[in-house]
């Protein structure tokens, strides 16, 4: 983890990376957006904010909205919530959002004027991680912004995030993202592993029509798609979710570790004469490693 450090009157900022180039961030605030704008103060503890999740702080219907939302944007939070500076822990965040938090934005110090002292934050964040940005902010207070200010969507502080602004926001700028077949299909398989239980016919949908528009629709690939799911499965002890076969329920990772050692087939070694066991071996690992991250244990 590293610490933001702008210039002598930002203090330091926990961050958990830096955005990737043109990475799709989501600026989210908290209080009337995550839940209602709460009467007492912030919390004390995150003891109690775990308590009270679900019914105080962080209702289940914006957690899935913006769960949703990132995984179809492909997007990190970025965190600016006055949470922030309360002396919780930035991983304090993950253990709810996901692990969707890679930062936060700094706090400034305003000596005078407090309105629009998140946009400036926000805009001194930007400047330092992304010389090409893209990203929506969520918040409730339109005093926190200059007027006019870019990519910013509020929601009633009486309600928070919604599934109605969600789904707009999604129509909004997945209709203004262009990209190719392969870029689609490592982006759906990339958000397997940020989806929840609820979501895995969706995403066995969406991974099974990136297949067939990468691949094309000819037998072969129709008949890999068919075969395959978004699921969870166990392996010993463990269970996880990520890429199974629909009928056997067992994940890819395991099929391909199981084969790993295995001779090199026939029909390998008259295509590629000089192969070596080594090489073979090479290949079944490099397998078995792309799989495995494409699952999270649960």
């Not at 400047?127 to 926190?144: A, G, S, T, V, Y």
């Not at 993202?177 to 490592?186: F, Y």
């Not at 958000?191 to 066995?204: C, E, L, P, Q």
């Not at 790993?260 to 397998?287: H, M, Y």
């Amino acid at each position: 983890m590293t610490k933001d450090t702008l210039n002598p009157f930002i203090p330091p900022t926990p961050q958990i990376r830096p955005p990737h180039h043109e990475e799709m961030l989501v600026f989210l605030d908290f209080d009337g957006v995550m839940h209602p704008t709460p009467n007492e103060a912030i919390p004390q503890s995150w003891e109690q904010v775990e308590y009270y999740i679900g019914q105080r702080y962080f209702l289940s219907e914006a957690l899935e909205s913006l769960q949703l939302l990132c995984s179809e944007l492909n997007a990190s939070i970025i965190v600016t919530s006055s949470w922030r500076n309360k002396g919780f822990d930035i991983h304090d965040f993950n253990k709810i959002l996901g692990g969707l938090v890679i930062g936060q934005t700094p706090e400034l110090i305003h000596q005078v004027d407090q309105r629009g002292s998140r946009g400036f934050e926000i805009k001194a964040y930007l400047e330092k991680h992304c010389q090409n940005p893209r990203f929506l902010i969520l918040d409730d207070k339109e005093m926190n912004f200059e007027p006019g200010f870019p990519h910013l969507y509020l929601t009633d502080p009486a309600i928070g995030l919604t599934a109605k602004l969600t789904g707009h926001l999604i129509d909004q700028y997945t209709i203004n993202i262009t990209t190719n077949d392969n870029n689609q299909l490592c982006r759906v398989l990339q958000n397997i592993i940020r989806i929840s239980g609820n979501d895995f016919s969706i995403a066995t949908n969406k991974m099974q029509k990136a297949i067939l528009d990468y691949g094309s629709e000819t037998p072969d690939n129709i008949a890999c798609a068919d075969q395959l799911e978004v699921a969870a499965y166990q392996e010993l002890d463990r269970t996880y979710h990520g890429i199974r076969l629909s009928h056997l329920g067992v994940g890819l990772s395991t099929l391909i570790n199981a084969a790993e050692g295995c001779p090199i087939p026939d029909q390998l070694k008259n295509q590629f004469p000089t192969i070596s066991q080594a090489e073979w071996d090479a290949v079944l690992r490099l397998c078995t490693l792309l799989v495995t991250a494409l699952e999270l244990e649960q």
